[in-house]
């Protein structure tokens, strides 16, 4: 959706993510309360029925949520292996009928009955996925990254506003944005509580990732195979660091305008094309300058999903873990802990997706900014790549799609 014309991109931005998780925010609110007096359980008018595309480890996770919230019946499973559908769709109570498997799950699914799909699969099909979703008139769900490339992600814009156009919802499950502290930190940044941004540096660390020696399609796409396969994952920037980007650009308000940096794959032995290290610098239209690492080492740093933004008169920490709070200038807030924010953050998107199917709210802010995201982690794993500066405007340009052979995958 575009802000209407009297809003800067910077104000709209940060209006659509605090717009979104206000449920959110009130119902973590209330749950602390209920921790010292108890409530009764909510009762839901009527219940969504709900396709789970992608039955593996996040996906049967997340369909375990949707089914504790109470207002989601889970209709159908779909995922390429036949065994993760029959075995969530056991533990969600799924009629064996509505248990698909193979690459055109999503299609037999989307012709079940389901008027809503959580799309939890491997990156590489997000985008077709959610396309197909929206085009047969289902509200969708949808992990990050919504895609893998330039393509992909265009495509997934398009799809934004047509679910707009047909009055369906597309939320994008970050958690970061749903945290009352971050969100009170970006508040304040987008009042002007740093003074002029002049600079930002971010993280994005975790272990190491499976690297199977058997690289056969099928193996590949089994459960965390796929992460060392760019044309599955779209490589580690793309598919972990990801919500760090989401987080800066939150922050900033914007997409950078070009980026340089360098990548190399560190571990031992390395089967898959994916890397494991990535320094990144890009920079903003207005000369702001971004520092971006990730890595996927058994280093034995913790893991870190963090951006820190730094401004003439002050600087605010946002993360995924630990503490977010804003130090100095005018609006100094010293912020707090972050709570459970892997499983918080999608229980308030899950309440805040049935909240916007309930209530007919189709505005979908998460899409355009999920949009941006992947196509400033495809900047930077291009960009360092190449091991040349590159230009968002060249990247748009070329518009290069990762390929991927699905020759011999059941259909």
Not at 13 to 30: C, E, K, N
Not at 217 to 232: D, H, K, Q, V, Y
Request: overall charge positive; proline content about 4%.
């Amino acid at each position: 959706m575009n802000p209407p014309s009297d809003y800067s991109r910077r104000r709209f931005l940060g209006t659509a993510f605090a717009s979104t998780a206000i449920a959110g925010v009130a119902q973590t609110i209330d749950s602390r309360a209920a921790e010292e007096t108890p409530v009764a359980p909510v009762v839901f008018d009527r219940k969504i029925k709900l396709g789970l595309i992608g039955c593996g480890g996040r996906g049967a996770w997340i369909g375990n949520l949707f089914k504790q919230h109470g207002g989601y019946e889970i209709h159908a499973t779909a995922d390429y292996f036949q065994e993760p559908a029959d075995k969530t769709g056991d533990a969600l109570g799924v009629d064996k009928a509505r248990r698909f498997s193979g690459l055109s799950a999503h299609k037999r699914l989307l012709e079940s009955g389901v008027e809503a799909v959580a799309i939890v699969n491997i990156p590489r099909f997000h985008a077709t996925h959610a396309q197909a979703a929206i085009q047969a008139g289902c509200h969708v769900y949808a992990a990050k990254p919504v895609a893998i490339d330039v393509p992909g992600a265009l495509s997934i814009q398009a799809t934004g506003k047509l679910a707009t156009e047909k009055k369906l919802v597309y939320l994008v499950d970050y958690q970061m944005p749903t945290d009352p502290v971050n969100i009170e930190v970006v508040k304040r940044i987008h009042e002007g509580g740093l003074g002029q941004l002049m600079h930002v540096d971010s993280m994005g660390f975790s272990s190491v990732w499976p690297d199977p020696a058997d690289r056969n399609n099928e193996n590949l796409l089994r459960r965390g195979n796929w992460i060392t396969a760019i044309p599955l994952s779209g490589d580690f920037i793309v598919e972990y660091s990801v919500h760090t980007i989401n987080a800066v650009l939150w922050a900033v308000g914007k997409r950078p305008v070009k980026a340089v940096g360098k990548t190399r794959r560190c571990r031992e032995g390395a089967k898959g094309d994916g890397r494991d290290l990535y320094m990144i610098t890009y920079e903003f239209d207005d000369g702001l300058v971004w520092t971006h690492r990730c890595q996927a080492l058994k280093n034995a740093q913790d893991w870190l999903i963090r951006c820190e933004v730094y401004g003439k008169a002050a600087y605010a920490h946002i993360n995924y873990w630990g503490k977010s709070y804003l130090r100095g200038g005018p609006k100094h807030f010293g912020g707090g802990p972050l709570t459970s924010l892997y499983d918080q953050g999608a229980i308030r998107n899950i309440a805040t997706f049935y909240q916007n199917v309930t209530g007919n709210q189709y505005a979908n802010p998460t899409v355009e900014r999920a949009v941006d995201d992947v196509l400033t982690a495809v900047l930077g794993r291009e960009a360092a790549a190449r091991g040349k500066e590159l230009t968002m405007q060249e990247l748009l340009t070329e518009n290069l799609a990762v390929e991927f052979d699905l020759k011999g995958l059941k259909a």
